[in-house]
T-cell receptor, first 108, second 113 residues
Framework: GIQVEQSPPDLILQEGANSTLRCNFSDSVNNLQWFHQNPWGQLINLFYIPSGTKQNGRLSATTVATERYSLLYISSSQTTDSGVYFCAGPIYGNKLVFGAGTILRVKS | NAGVTQTPKFQVLKTGQSMTLQCAQDMNHNSMYWYRQDPGMGLRLIYY???????DKGEVPNGYNVSRLNKREFSLRLESAAPSQTSVYFCASLYLGGNTEAFFGQGTRLTVV
């Protein structure tokens, strides 16, 4: 099956720092999403980005489908950015495939 | 627009008891999914329904059954709960064949004692 690898697995930042999270795929993608799971366990949709670049405030994402990766940029990090970031995609056999996640801790 | 709604939000069961987790979506999505998330772990697929009338096993189906009641609703049943099924359960939906953005419910925190 298709593999989705996220890096780094863990990240600790000082408030105000920038970071880049990466998602690699073993095969071509037809759907790519980024989610944030907050400390209360809710899964929040960040970006639906099969290709190209999108920005939403301090967060932006870029997917290069031909090279099978996606990047999530967090600028000027805040403590509320803490949690787990998941990428998901592609759809393989009608199943939504997830990466293992990146745990982000932002210290004040 | 409510999105994906799961009930209940919390549940405590005794070993051997049964229960059904409910999930409903109002986005006219054709596909629905049940995942479990154990502490410090990622999401593991239990069962999914690619379209109304079909269901398929995911990675960890043992001990569970599902019913795709109609296009909106997809339920997950534990027939005889075990402590190993203590977890947080998430339901998700998306539209296969178009914009495939997935949306999740708020989760059900289940404890089996």
């Amino acid at each position: 099956g298709i593999q989705v690898e996220q890096s780094p697995p863990d990240l600790i930042l000082q408030e105000g720092a920038n970071s880049t999270l990466r998602c690699n795929f073993s095969d071509s993608v037809n759907n790519l999403q980024w989610f944030h799971q907050n400390p209360w366990g809710q899964l929040i949709n960040l970006f639906y980005i099969p290709s190209g670049t999108k920005q939403n405030g301090r967060l932006s994402a870029t997917t290069v489908a031909t090279e099978r990766y996606s990047l999530l940029y967090i600028s000027s990090s805040q403590t509320t950015d803490s949690g787990v970031y998941f990428c998901a995609g592609p759809i393989y056999g009608n199943k939504l495939v997830f990466g293992a996640g990146t745990i982000l801790r932002v210290k004040s | 627009n409510a999105g994906v709604t799961q009930t209940p939000k919390f549940q405590v069961l005794k070993t051997g008891q049964s229960m059904t987790l409910q999930c409903a979506q109002d986005m006219n999505h054709n596909s629905m999914y049940w995942y479990r998330q154990d502490p410090g772990m990622g999401l593991r697929l239990i069962y999914y329904s690619a379209s109304e009338g079909t269901t398929d096993k995911g990675e960890v189906p043992n001990g569970y059954n599902v019913s795709r009641l109609n296009k909106r609703e997809f339920s997950l049943r534990l027939e005889s709960a075990a402590p190993s099924q203590t977890s947080v359960y998430f339901c998700a939906s998306l539209y296969l064949g178009g914009n495939t953005e997935a949306f999740f419910g708020q989760g059900t925190r289940l404890t089996v004692v």
